[in-house]
């Protein structure tokens, strides 16, 4: 069957995130063009030299670049934490255990309730230019309750991830072992054929190192392939033990050994930062300069989360992490398109090259830079997500 091509001209300022194709690590072009064949890329280049298309698109000046990638959220959820929030910015400090709330409302919830959640959280992103998500399980902490968040999930995403190891259950709070064995058994077989991923929130008040190792081994052992909550409260052994284990990546990275740098800088685990969760707890950030200077790969992610980051807007973390994390405009959009592929290990995403799904993004400006230089402005005019265009 023949599809349609679209040729996507005027283009200001091109993010291609193939330096074999432009400046710099962005592979930046400027009056560049795309075609677009049905849902992939089928051409780049000089906008003299694009060939014929069935539509033509005039960018107008403005600047393209690939979907946004957050591959760090948590969207399948019912409830509200506000209260919680008001108290934190009020004085009170943030702790794993406020995740309680969101269980016993997630718990209660309706599957169509919690299916219409997700799909709103989907298409928020989606109008602010995040075309790839990941989505965990973890608010349920049932057998029941985290099957049915990831198939719920696995209808918007394939990026499904299995937290059943968030916090220790409620039921099983004299007994976290016991909720061990039930999320490396019981609960792993029911979760499973749904997930792609395997997570551990590793990290005092949720599972120590020895708890996270055997959640993450068990879900090696079925298939899946780990990430890791890891190192986000204080200094532990999350980040060594996910490139101990080999895991796609280590999440949040906000208290770190020079030991734990060295291990990411010389693995393949991504450091995914999430500064939304700083940003909303008045924590410290982590430092994105001193994972860079080391050679360490670095995504960005929103965390989007009822309690500790409730924000789906990917430009909001670039202009957080350039304004306080010491990341330049460039380095911070690349961690938000082509390293949050990385943190999924995909390589259909976050660039725009020949053969790429056609997952782009148009800005109301004249260059990427501007993600950071104007926070909090709406700034998308288009979105493509696998050729068709959403917004």
């Given at each position: ?205 949720a599972f120590d190192g020895d708890q996270a190792r055997a959640v993450l081994t068990a879900g090696i052992e079925r298939g899946l392939t780990p990430r890791v909550h890891a190192n986000q409260l204080t200094y532990g052994p999350g980040v060594q033990l996910a490139v101990e284990l080999g895991a796609a990546s280590a999440d949040h990275c906000t208290h770190l050994t020079d030991e734990d740098v060295a291990a990411l ?127």
């Open positions: 069957m023949s599809t349609r091509t679209t040729l996507i001209t005027g283009i200001g300022s091109l993010v291609t995130n193939d330096p074999g194709q432009g400046a710099g690590p962005l592979g930046l072009l400027t009056d560049a063009a795309v075609v677009l064949d049905g849902d992939t890329v089928a051409w780049v280049g000089p906008a003299a030299q694009a060939p014929a298309a069935d539509e033509r698109f005039d960018a107008e000046g403005r600047a393209l670049l690939p979907g946004f990638v957050d591959s760090h959220a948590h969207l399948v959820f019912a409830g509200d934490r506000t209260a919680e929030f008001n108290a934190r910015m009020s004085g009170q400090s943030y702790s794993a255990g406020g995740i309680r709330t969101t269980v016993a409302a997630t718990r209660a919830a309706s599957d169509a309730e919690l299916e219409a959640n997700l799909a709103g959280f989907v298409r928020e992103a989606l109008r602010q230019g995040t075309t790839t998500i990941e989505c965990k399980s973890g608010y349920g902490l049932t057998v029941e309750d985290e099957a049915r968040a990831l198939r719920i999930a696995a209808q918007y995403t394939p990026e499904t991830t299995y937290l059943g190891a968030h916090i220790v259950a409620p039921e099983y709070a004299e007994d976290p072992a016991g909720y061990v064995d039930l999320v490396t058994g019981e609960m792993l077989d029911a979760c499973a054929p749904h997930a792609r991923w395997v997570d551990v929130f590793c990290e005092k008040g800088a010389g693995s393949a685990t991504v450091a995914t930062l999430l500064p939304g969760a700083e940003f909303s707890t008045r924590a410290e950030y982590p430092s994105g300069r001193r994972l860079l200077d080391a050679g360490a790969v670095v995504a960005l992610s929103t965390d989007c989360n009822p309690g500790s980051s409730f924000t789906s807007s990917m430009a909001f973390c670039i202009a957080v992490a350039v304004r306080e994390m010491g990341m330049t405009p460039d380095e911070a959009v690349w961690a938000a398109t082509a390293g949050g592929a990385h943190a999924l290990r995909r390589t259909d995403v976050g660039t725009i090259a020949v053969g790429a799904r056609a997952d782009l993004l148009l800005l109301d400006a004249p260059s990427h830079v501007h993600l950071a230089y104007r926070p909090g402005v709406p700034l998308t005019a288009a979105v493509w997500r696998a050729g068709v265009r959403e917004v």
